[in-house]
C-alpha cells in the first residue's frame, strides 16, 4: 500500500532516498516525502502532497536536507487524506523522532486519546502520527530509543513496517515489522530498508527478510536484528538475481505494456525449467507427496486477477482431478468459517505474495489444519514463506499496478500444477498427457504470435475508448476469462464494466443493453460456441455493438456477426484462456490511452494491498 525506503550510510542520502521512491512509487503515490538526520545531528523532514516529482521540485527549491541517515515514504493514504500534513515522515511533537509507516495501526484512536489527555497534540489525522507520539512519550520518560521502540511494539495493534530515526541517535536507525513486508539490505556504501526489493537492487542484492516482531538496527557498517522479546538473533541473507534492467521500462511508454510484451519469455521462464524429458516435473512437489495423495478438496484463495486466475483454475482442475475445487475471494473465505481438515488443499495466489487478505486467508487455512500451497512471484515474500510449498512463476518484476505477465504465468503455473497432480492420481491417459506436455512447452511461441501485431488492438480500441459501460460475456471458462478483460478495462481506463455469465444475461442484466451499448463476446471455449453465438444475436438485437474474441476453430461461427473479431491460436482447451487474455490486455491498454489515463498507475489503486 505504502513504499518506505531507509538508509543509514557513507554518501549523501537524498539522492538514494529518492531513487528508492522512484521504485516504490508504483506501491502509492498520493503523498511522497523523507527525513534526514544532519551531520549536526538535526531531524530535517521535506513532505508533499501528490507524486514524488512534486517532492523532487521542492528540493531542488528549498535546501535539500544533508546527512547520510535518513528514510523516505510514498503513501497510499488509509487515514487521513492525502496532503501536506498527512504526508509521512511524521514527527514527534518534540521534534526529536521520525516515522514512515506501511500498514495501519487498529487500535490508534484509543492511544491517540489517551495520548491527547496527557497534552499531546496532533497536526495530523493519520494512524502513523500516534505511534510518533507514543515513541517521544516513552522515550522523554526512559531516554532510551530501544526502550521506547519496544514499549510502543507492545502497545500497538495491527500491521506496520516502519523505518525510524531519532537525532540523539545520529549514527543509526530502526525498522519493525509485524504484518506488512519489510526487506533489509546490506551493501558496501551502506545498510539499508524497504518494502520491495527494486528499490534496493541498486545499492545491494544482499538482504534479509524480516519476520512479524522483529526488530532491527542498521548502522553504515552493520545490521543487528532482535526477536519481539529483544533477544538477539542471527538472519539468513538470499542473493537476489534480479536484474535492474529488468526493473525498468526498456524503451516503452508503459511498464504496463512492456510487461504484456515479455509475457512469451515470463511463460517460457515458468514452463521451461519444469520440464525435462518429456515430464512436467515439480520438485516442490516432491518433498510433500501428501499433499496430492491425500487431497479430497480444494479452494483457491485470491484477490483480483489471481482470484480471477482462481475461477478459471476451477474449471480446469474440476476437469483434470475429479475433484471438488471453489475458488473464493480471500477477503470473503477467513469470513465464512470454510470447512477445512488436513484434506483439504488450499491454493493461494498472488502475484506480491503480500496481500494482506491472502495472507490472513492462508493462516486461518493452516488453523484449521489444511495443506497451502502458494503460487507467487515475489520471492521470499511474505506469503511464500508461510506456505507449506510455494511454487514461483519466473515472471520477474511486474511494476505495474495492472498485472498481466503475473497472471498469465500462474495460470500456466496453476494449470502445470493439475496436470501434474493429474498424472500422479491415475486420472490422465498417457497420450493426453503427452500432448499437454508439448503444448506447455510451445505456448510461449503461440503467444508471441498474438503479439505479434498489437496495432489491431490500438486500432479497434480507437473506435471504442468513449464508452462509459462495457459489458464482457462468456460461457463457462470465458466467463472466467471476462472477469479479467473487465477488470482491466476498469482498473486503467476508469470506464465502468461488468462481466456476465452470457446465459444469465436474459435473466435481468440485458435490461441495461441498448442501442449502442459496447459488449465484448468471449467464445473460444468451443463446446459451446453455438450458445455463444445466439448470446451475441440476443444482445445484438438490442442494438449492441458487439465485438468478439474467438479462436481459429470457432472464428467462422462468428465472422459476419460482430464489427470487430479478434482470433487468437487454437491450443489444447485448458490452455485457450492464457492466450485468450492478450487481446483483452491490449485492448484495455489502448483504451486507456486513447483516454489519457495514467496506466502505470492508475488512481485509487496501489501494486500490493497490504490492508484488509
Ligand atoms: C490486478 O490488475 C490488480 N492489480 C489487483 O486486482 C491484484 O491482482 C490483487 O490486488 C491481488 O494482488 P496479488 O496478486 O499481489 O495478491
Redesign the pocket.
Known amino acids: 500500500m505504502c513504499g518506505i525506503i531507509g538508509v543509514a550510510g557513507k554518501t549523501e542520502a537524498v539522492p538514494v532516498l529518492l531513487d528508492g521512491l522512484e521504485k516504490l512509487e508504483y506501491r502509492g503515490y498520493d503523498s511522497a516525502g523523507i527525513a534526514v538526520i544532519s551531520k549536526e545531528g538535526k531531524l530535517q523532514v521535506k513532505k508533499s502532497k501528490g507524486r514524488l516529482c512534486v517532492l523532487r521540485e521542492r528540493l531542488r527549491d528549498e535546501n535539500a536536507p544533508d546527512g547520510m541517515i535518513g528514510i523516505g515514504h510514498t503513501r497510499w493514504a488509509t487515514h487521513g487524506e492525502p496532503n501536506d500534513a498527512n504526508a509521512h515522515p511524521h514527527l514527534g511533537q518534540q521534534g526529536k523522532i521520525a516515522v514512515v509507516h506501511n500498514g495501519i495501526i487498529e487500535n490508534y484512536m484509543e492511544i491517540k486519546k489517551s495520548l491527547l489527555r496527557k497534552g499531546i497534540t496532533f497536526c495530523s489525522d493519520t494512524d502513523t502520527e500516534v505511534v510518533v507520539q507514543l515513541l517521544e512519550y516513552y522515550y522523554e520518560k526512559c531516554k532510551n530509543l530501544m526502550d521506547a521502540v519496544y514499549a510502543v511494539l507492545g502497545r500497538i495493534k495491527g500491521a506496520y513496517a516502519m523505518g525510524i530515526l531519532c537525532c540523539d541517535y545520529p549514527g543509526q536507525m530502526i525498522a519493525v515489522r509485524q504484518d506488512a513486508p519489510l526487506l533489509i539490505g546490506c551493501g558496501k556504501l551502506g545498510s539499508y530498508l524497504a518494502s520491495d526489493v527494486t528499490a534496493l537492487l541498486a545499492h545491494t542484492r544482499t538482504v534479509a527478510y524480516m519476520e512479524d516482531g522483529e526488530v532491527a538496527v542498521l548502522t553504515p557498517d552493520s545490521v543487528q536484528f532482535f526477536d519481539r522479546d529483544r533477544s538477539p538473533i542471527e538472519k539468513e541473507t538470499h542473493t537476489i538475481k534480479w536484474d535492474v534492467a529488468a526493473a525498468e521500462k526498456g524503451g516503452y511508454s508503459h511498464f504496463m505494456l512492456k510487461e504484456i510484451m515479455e509475457q512469451p519469455e515470463a511463460i517460457r521462464k515458468t514452463v521451461s525449467p519444469r520440464i525435462a524429458g518429456g515430464e512436467i516435473c515439480l520438485e516442490e512437489l516432491e518433498a510433500a507427496p501428501e499433499l496430492i495423495k491425500t487431497v479430497c478438496k480444494i479452494y483457491i484463495v485470491?484477490?483480483?486477477?489471481?482470484y480471477h486466475v482462481g475461477m478459471i483454475g476451477k474449471y480446469a482442475l474440476e476437469k483434470l482431478l475429479r475433484l471438488p475445487v471453489e475458488a473464493c475471494l480471500a477477503s470473503e473465505f477467513r469470513y465464512s468459517e470454510p470447512l477445512l481438515d488436513e484434506h483439504t488443499l488450499v491454493i493461494v495466489i498472488?502475484?506480491?505474495g503480500e496481500?494482506l487478505d491472502?495472507m490472513a486467508a492462508l493462516r486461518e487455512a493452516k488453523k484449521q489444519g489444511a495443506k497451502v500451497l502458494s503460487i507467487v512471484n515475489v520471492m521470499g515474500s511474505s506469503i511464500a514463506r508461510e506456505s507449506d510449498v510455494v511454487l514461483y512463476t519466473w515472471a520477474g518484476p511486474e511494476i505495474a499496478?495492472?498485472?498481466t505477465k503475473?497472471y498469465t504465468t500462474q495460470m500456466v503455473l496453476l494449470f502445470m500444477l493439475g496436470v501434474y497432480m493429474s498424472k500422479q492420481l491415475g486420472h490422465m491417459d498417457h497420450e493426453e498427457y503427452r500432448t499437454l506436455v508439448e503444448e506447455f512447452s510451445q505456448l510461449p511461441d503461440r503467444a508471441a504470435e498474438v503479439l505479434k501485431d498489437p496495432d489491431e488492438y490500438q486500432k479497434a480500441a480507437f473506435g471504442y475508448f468513449n464508452h462509459n459501460s462495457v459489458f464482457f460475456i462468456g460461457r463457462n471458462i470465458d466467463y472466467a476469462l471476462g472477469l479479467e478483460g473487465s477488470?482491466k478495462l476498469k482498473?486503467i481506463s476508469y470506464i465502468h464494466s461488468e462481466s456476465y455469465a452470457a446465459g444469465e444475461l436474459k435473466h435481468g442484466t440485458i435490461s441495461l443493453i441498448e442501442p449502442g451499448t459496447l459488449v465484448v463476446a468471449l467464445a473460444t471455449y468451443a463446446p459451446l460456441i453455438e450458445k455463444s453465438v445466439s448470446n451475441i444475436v440476443e444482445v445484438k438485437a438490442r442494438g449492441a455493438d458487439v465485438i468478439a474474441l474467438s479462436t481459429g476453430e470457432t472464428a467462422d461461427k462468428i465472422k459476419g456477426q460482430v464489427s470487430q473479431l479478434f482470433v487468437v491460436p487454437k491450443v489444447h482447451p485448458l490452455l485457450q484462456p492464457v492466450l485468450g487474455v492478450i487481446p483483452l490486455q491490449l485492448f484495455a491498454y489502448y483504451v486507456a490511452l486513447n483516454r489519457g489515463c495514467d496506466i502505470d498507475k492508475p488512481r485509487n489503486?496501489a501494486?500490493?494491498?497490504t490492508v484488509e
Open positions: 485470491a484477490c483480483g486477477s489471481a498472488s502475484q506480491s496481500t491472502s499496478v495492472a498485472t503475473a477488470l482498473e489503486l501494486k500490493s494491498v
